[in-house]
């Protein structure tokens, strides 16, 4: 088993900036590829970025390309996405999610654990 607990959200002023954690504890994490994703009112999950076991490999929705980064330390057992540039439209709660695969995965039934969420709120 694997428990994941975000944090970091909050609200920001659309051009702003947040950084978001996800802390994982049990199994070695370093044996997972971790993936973030959203969930905006009224609408269903969707994929905002994933990285490899190693970090080697990333790969982003195009909404958030150019603006969101993400990053791991396996040494910290967690996942970071750093957000800029923040708009309205990225305004939702934020998972992240893990997988025991080898690659980075887009699809939310690839994955096996998931956090409780963290809300961000960018205001125009």
């Known amino acids: 088993q694997v428990q994941l607990v975000e944090s970091g959200g909050g609200l920001v002023q659309a051009g702003g900036s947040l950084r978001l954690s996800c802390a994982a504890s049990?199994?070695?994490?370093?044996?997972?590829?971790m993936g973030w994703f959203r969930r905006a009112p009224g609408k269903g999950r969707e994929f905002v970025a994933a990285?490899?076991?190693?970090?080697?490999?990333?790969d982003y929705a195009d909404s958030v390309k150019e603006r969101f980064s993400i990053s791991r330390d396996n040494a910290k057992n967690t996942v970071y996405l750093q957000m800029n540039r923040l708009r309205p439209e990225d305004t939702a709660v934020y998972y992240c999610?893990?997988?025991?695969?080898?690659?980075?995965?887009?699809?939310?039934?690839?994955?096996?654990?998931w956090g409780q969420g963290t809300q961000v709120t960018v205001s125009s």
């Open positions: 999610a893990a997988t025991a695969g080898a690659s980075v995965y887009r699809w939310p039934n690839e994955y096996d654990y």
């Open positions: 049990g199994r070695t994490f370093s044996s997972y590829a």
């Open positions: 990285i490899s076991r190693t970090g080697g490999s990333t």
